[in-house]
């Protein structure tokens, strides 16, 4: 199991992910907007600069949403190698079934 720090400051980005994401998204059009004059696409620049870091998105880390583990874990399931295996091998999880060949 991951700390309980750690799990704790990913859902505090997750928070601010989430707070920010439209703001972001203003400002990053109004950069990629080739019909505003450069000094306008500055500012937005700079204001996209003054945004908290643990705002951007690519600062997240998907964890197991069981144990917290970072690395080791599926997206479609949002849990780690290790817990999808117990699942699996209790047939909770329906379709997934052990490899055989």
């Keep these: 199991m991951a700390k309980l ?17 439209k703001k972001r998204s203003e400002l ?3 950069i990629r907007d080739q019909s ?7 500012e937005a620049r700079l204001a996209l600069q003054n945004l908290p870091r643990n705002s951007s ?5 998907s964890r197991c949403e069981l144990t917290g583990r970072p ?5 479609i ?3 780690g190698r290790m817990k999808i295996r117990e ?5 909770e999880i329906p379709g997934l079934t052990k490899a055989s060949w």
């Design 87 to 91: 699942i699996a091998f209790r047939g």
């Design 28 to 30: 990053l059009q109004t």
């Design 57 to 61: 998105p690519t600062r997240l880390r």
């Design 5 to 21: 720090s750690l799990i704790n400051r990913e859902k505090k980005r997750q928070d601010l992910v989430k707070k920010y994401a």
């Design 36 to 42: 505003l004059d450069e000094e306008v696409s500055n």
């Design 77 to 79: 399931f949002g849990l």
């Design 71 to 75: 690395r080791g874990t599926y997206k």
